[in-house]
């Protein structure tokens, strides 16, 4: 299964370019809804993400959870996340069903309170 497909890619691209708009602009960014959730199959780990740079493709900013107990927004690389293979060597995976209800901030108050990331 290919981790991104190229509709998921533009819908992160075209959350950026938004957000990169209204900073050039001077406005407040938009709290994008997550588009895509990762997760390690044999581990804690998971990713919500909502928009890439447009200036790096390669980077996507979300709210991101290693399985310590301490979520966090920032960045990451797809490039790492499609390289890491787990403790059993499983790829990281798209969660299929995942469907966000919230923006992005939402999704990282819940994570904070509960100690990870709650869908």
């Not at 995976?93 to 509960?114: I, N, Q």
Request: hydrophobic share 35%; charged share 25%; glycine share 10%.
């Amino acid at each position: 299964m290919e981790l991104l497909p190229q509709s998921i890619l533009d819908q992160l691209a075209a959350n950026g370019r938004a957000n990169q708009d209204r900073i050039e602009a001077g406005e407040d960014t938009i709290d994008h809804h997550p588009v895509v959730k990762l997760f390690t199959p044999d581990g804690g780990a998971t990713w919500l993400l909502s928009e890439t740079d447009p200036e790096d493709p390669d980077i996507c900013f979300g709210l991101c959870d290693l399985g310590l107990g301490y979520p966090e927004l920032g960045s990451v690389r797809l490039s790492v996340l499609k390289a890491h293979r787990g403790r059993l060597g499983l790829p990281i995976e798209r969660d299929l069903h995942f469907e966000a209800d919230a923006p992005l901030s939402t999704y990282a108050e819940r994570a904070r309170e509960a100690g990870g990331i709650v869908t």
